[in-house]
């Protein structure tokens, strides 16, 4: 009997041991856009997507409670670089969310792999986060360069677009989504004719509009995001670039831009999107929650703040600790599940492998309820969306 008492009190011990949280709470910061260009597409809607998900997986993990704090970044990477460290600090942080811009998400990905945290990034684009620079402390969840490049550049060179000019966000996500749909371009036997770079937050785009119409391209590219990419393809449309026969389109678009353009400025746009709210039973009820709490519709970037959570959460269950390595050994282990992500999986780089669908903005006759804005045209598997791994730099990668 005592020998029994013994290996149980034993195994309890062990069980206790091995289900470690530190500092007894898991502390997730949502690093965002609360104030600048970017707000809409992330921002509040990001924190409480988050939130969203700690309700849907349940208040505690491991028996420990679950918090979520957010921090504005105002697109500056020193602001978001101080924060974060402040985080690691004195906030007991062990996991980064969201931000978006690619310039921050580049700084703070490399402080997470030096401090050994986790970050789930949803709002940057630049896909060398999971190339040359990649890291096995990061999930980049949602999007990237690559994959809305190859997807809508190859849609649109099919239907005739062969000549193309950027106008491009000056900071590394533009540049990146450029230098990657010009790859893709050429591949398919087009050609860009030209671009011209802006800084962000730009109220006008006057003169970049006219050098793009004054090229001739069959296609107007903008690689840009948030309010520029909207006051782009509005000012482009006050110009008359469409009725000239030119073709927009916008290599990062939400259903917000839609939203603040237009239907009759943004129809027949084509976009690359991770998630859409009106794809089915599931996606509309999750999305009309979220509008109750937002008064919006949410963005992929969103949907992949609370999937990225929801699949950080489900790692620690299942790992018994929240120790980072740990961790993300169980991220990659586990299939990715959630209202927005079937069988999504996470390569050893980083980068999350899921679908992509390619919509098409509606006409304002087609649309039968609010924000009601796409028809999705394609589905592209993941495998077919993102960086091969024969193409990879990444180190982490066995090729």
Known sequence: ??????????????????????????????????????????????????????????????GKPIEIISADHQMKTDVGVQIVRGWFDNGKVDAVADIPNSGIAIAVHN?????????????????????????????????????????????????????????TADYAFGQQLEKDATRFIQEMGGKVLGSVRHPTNTAD???????????????????NAGQDTDNAIKQSGEFGLVQGGQKLVGLLMFDTDVHAIGLKAAQGTYMTTASYWNMDDATRAWSRKFYERTKVMPTMIQTGVYGSVLHYLKAIKAAGTDDPQKVMAKMRELPIEDTFVHGGRLREDGRVIRDMYLAKVKTPEQSKEPWDYLDIVKTVKGEDAFRPVSESKCPLLKK
């Not at 009997?1 to 309890?12: E, K, N, P």
């Not at 940057?124 to 990061?138: F, K, Q, R, Y």
């Not at 785009?205 to 690689?223: E, G, I, M, P, R």
């Open 111 to 167: 402080i997470v792999r030096e401090r050994n945290k986790i970050a789930l990034l949803s709002g940057p684009g630049a896909s060398s986060l999971t190339d040359e620079l990649c890291s096995p402390n990061t999930v980049h969840f949602t999007y990237d360069t690559y994959a809305l490049s190859k997807v809508t550049a190859s849609a649109v060179i099919q239907e005739g677009g062969k000549s193309w000019y950027f106008i």
């Open 205 to 223: 785009f006057s003169s970049f509009a006219l050098q793009a119409q004054s090229s001739k391209a069959d296609v107007v590219a903008f690689a």
């Open 1 to 62: 009997m005592r020998h029994f008492l013994a290996l149980a009190v034993l195994a309890a011990l062990t069980s206790a041991a091995h289900a470690q949280i530190s500092d007894d709470v898991v502390r997730i910061g949502v690093l965002t856009d609360l104030s600048s260009w970017g707000r809409d597409n992330s921002g509040p809607g990001s924190v409480e997507a988050a939130k969203m998900a700690v309700e849907e997986f349940g208040s505690t993990v491991l």
